[in-house]
């Protein structure tokens, strides 16, 4: 069956970093889009960053711009995303999802904690 496994969450200061990673099963992972969204508490859910089936023209929320990179490694039927610069604002739960046509998964997330 269809598997999409988040990783790599954790509590982590302001200033750090943490890398995530989405193992991806039970589908043809490099036919699909990809993409990393996130919900912090008492907020809707949002996207982060998308990947294309290619892994070409990547796409950033404006606040995570400059700071994030998604990346897919279609060999290992993995995607990640590496947080730099993390903030308290990045607080949430992550989760990766793959999209093609009507078809779309989504992972059960990561916790990402960002705290002094």
């Known amino acids: 069956q269809v598997q999409l496994v988040e990783s790599g969450g954790g509590l982590v200061q302001p200033g750090g970093s943490l890398r995530l990673s989405c193992a991806a099963s039970g589908f043809t992972f490099s036919s699909y889009a990809m993409s990393w969204h996130r919900q912090a508490p008492g907020k809707g859910r949002e996207l982060v960053a998308r990947i294309p089936s290619a892994g070409r023209s990547t796409n950033y929320a404006d606040s995570v711009k400059g700071r994030f990179t998604i990346s897919r490694d279609n060999a290992k039927n993995t995607m990640y995303l590496q947080m730099n610069s993390l903030k308290p604002e990045d607080t949430a739960v992550y989760y990766c999802?793959?999209?093609?046509?009507?078809?779309?998964?989504w992972g059960q997330g990561t916790q990402v904690t960002v705290s002094s």
């Open positions: 999802n793959a999209v093609l046509r009507f078809e779309n998964y």
